[in-house]
Structure formats: structure tokens, C-alpha cells
């Protein structure tokens, strides 16, 4: 339970923390005793996760509400994380545009690019540089399994995945000899408020909770980790297939729900 305290502490710094996964990172960070900052744009969902963690466990919390596709997101923040030792980064805030990329607005998907790569990128230099000269710390970036298949009418989501998928590869193995693990998260389908879940995609589908704890328990052990049964075998099977076949596959999965928000 404590060894996460003592190996990224005292301070972590969540994305996306007002729902989802980053709701449940939050959670599962206070519960090891890791104060907190959290951040995306609801600040009323994060003022109540705040009250919660620090009267059921106790920590620090820190309020950061903030559009991640904005500009100057590190002029905004830096006046909460620059007092603070964050040595645990989740870069968890993400969305997605359904439907053909040409039939998208260009100013959403670069606003996905932006929340999806550009912040993870931004925070990952200014904190990863910190935890650097400490010797100490380690950072999770949100990817997918998608990030292992090209999928039509999510092809900028797919592309921001496969990002940050090879940005936290890569970073793991710079930052590996001064004492910082880096670690790529690949869920599949999981039950946040991302997904509107097709029944056959809600079968498969992992709780939050499950996926989270997953995560915690491999950071440092591994650079790339892919929880569930389901998602293990379907990024294993890109990895068998001709490229072409991947993308058929994860559109026969992924379609369904697609549909469901009206993309196809
Ligand atoms: N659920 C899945 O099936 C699944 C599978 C693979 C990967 N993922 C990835 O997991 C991550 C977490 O998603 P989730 O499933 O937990 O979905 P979620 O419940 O929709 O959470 C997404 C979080 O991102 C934040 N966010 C979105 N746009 C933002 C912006 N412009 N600025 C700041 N924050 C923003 C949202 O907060 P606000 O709306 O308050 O800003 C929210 O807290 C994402 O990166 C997603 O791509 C999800």
C-alpha cells in the first residue's frame, strides 16, 4: 500500500480527474496516501472529488480547472504545481471525435490533438525535467488498445493513441537510468463516460476500477501494460496479422459503438 507513497510522493497530478479513469486514479492514489492535484474543465465534479479524498483519507488536494486544449495550459497551471513535488504525472485527459475525419470539424480535432498529445507532451517535459533532477517519480499516458490498429471514423483518436503509445516507450527507456518509470496505459472498451457502450461492447467492457488498479500495480514493472484477458489477445493478434486485417478486426469490434453515437 505505501510503497507508491515512497517511490512517487508526495504529490501526484491527475488529468481528466472529474470523471472516469482519473476520477478512480484520484481515488486510488488518496487511498495510498498521495496528495493531490487534479484537473480538466468541470470544477464543480472536482471540488466534490476534492471534499471526498481529503475527508476519507486525509490528504492535500489541489483544484486546477482548465481547458487542456487551451494555449498557455502551463502558464495556467504554474501557479499550482510550482510549489508542489509532483512525482507521479497521470496523463489521462482524452476524448474522441466520432465519424469521418474530412466530415469533422478541423477545429475539434485539432483541439483532440492538443488535450489527446500536445498537454501530455507540455506536462510530461516540465514535470519529467523535475523528476529527473530527483532521481525519482514515474508517469502513466492514457493510451488504447486502438493505438495498435488504425480505425476509420476515429482515425485522429486512433493516430493521438499510437502517440502517446511510442512518446511513453520511448521516454521510459531516456528516462529509466535517472530513476523515473514511464509507463503506457492500453485499455480496451471500459465503463467511464467515454464510451456509449454497444451491448456486445459492454460484455467485454472493464470497470474503471479494475483498470486502474491494474495500472498502479504495473507502473515501474513495465513499460507498456495492457489489463483484461480480451484486450491482451486483441493487441496480440495485431501483432500476428497483416497490418490491413488489424484495422478490419478493431472496426468489427469498435463499429457497433460507433453507431451508437451516430458516426456510421
Ligand atoms: N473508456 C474507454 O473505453 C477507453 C479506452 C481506452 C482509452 N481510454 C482513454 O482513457 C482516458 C480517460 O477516459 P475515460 O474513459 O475515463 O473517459 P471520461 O469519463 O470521458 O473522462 C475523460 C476525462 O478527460 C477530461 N477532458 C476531456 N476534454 C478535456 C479538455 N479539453 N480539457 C481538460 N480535460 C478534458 C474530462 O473532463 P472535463 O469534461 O471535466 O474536462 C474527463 O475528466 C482518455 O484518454 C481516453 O481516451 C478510454
Redesign the pocket.
Known amino acids: 500500500m505505501a510503497e507508491l507513497l515512497a517511490k512517487y510522493g508526495p504529490w501526484a497530478m491527475v488529468?481528466?480527474?472529474?470523471?472516469?479513469?482519473?476520477?478512480e486514479f484520484a481515488r486510488q492514489l488518496a487511498a495510498r496516501g498521495l496528495n493531490l492535484v487534479l484537473?480538466?474543465?468541470?470544477e464543480e465534479?472536482?471540488i466534490r472529488l476534492s471534499d471526498e479524498l481529503s475527508s476519507q483519507h486525509g490528504v492535500e488536494t489541489r483544484v486546477a480547472a482548465?481547458?487542456?486544449?487551451r494555449d498557455d495550459i502551463l502558464g495556467e497551471l504554474e501557479r499550482v504545481i510550482d510549489p508542489l513535488e509532483i512525482g507521479l504525472l497521470i496523463n489521462?485527459?482524452?476524448?474522441?471525435n466520432d465519424g469521418d475525419l474530412l466530415d469533422n470539424d478541423l477545429d475539434a480535432e485539432i483541439?483532440l490533438l492538443?488535450?489527446?498529445c500536445r498537454?501530455p507532451l507540455m506536462l510530461s517535459h516540465v514535470l519529467g525535467a523535475r523528476m529527473r533532477e530527483r532521481r525519482r517519480g514515474g508517469m502513466i499516458f492514457?493510451?488504447?488498445?486502438?493505438a495498435f490498429a488504425a480505425v476509420s471514423q476515429w482515425a485522429n483518436?486512433s493516430a493521438s493513441?499510437a502517440y502517446a503509445l511510442v512518446l511513453a516507450e520511448s521516454l521510459a527507456k531516456e528516462l529509466r537510468p535517472h530513476g523515473v518509470d514511464v509507463m503506457a496505459l492500453?485499455?480496451?472498451?471500459?465503463?467511464?463516460?467515454?464510451?456509449k457502450l454497444a451491448p456486445v461492447n459492454n460484455a467485454m467492457?472493464m470497470d474503471?476500477d479494475k483498470v486502474v488498479a491494474f495500472a498502479l500495480s504495473k507502473l515501474g514493472r513495465t513499460t507498456v501494460a495492457i489489463p483484461g484477458f480480451f484486450n491482451k489477445f486483441a493487441v496480440a493478434s495485431t501483432r500476428l496479422q497483416p497490418r490491413a486485417l488489424n484495422s478490419f478486426v478493431y472496426k468489427k469490434i469498435i463499429g457497433p459503438t460507433q453507431r451508437l453515437s451516430g458516426a456510421v
Open positions: 488529468t481528466g480527474a472529474s470523471s472516469g479513469m482519473g476520477a484537473t480538466a474543465r468541470r465534479l472536482l482548465l481547458d487542456l486544449s489521462n485527459a482524452g476524448f474522441t483541439r492538443h488535450v489527446n498537454a492514457l493510451a488504447s488498445t486502438v483518436y493513441k492500453c485499455p480496451g472498451f471500459t465503463r467511464t463516460e467515454f464510451a467492457a474503471a
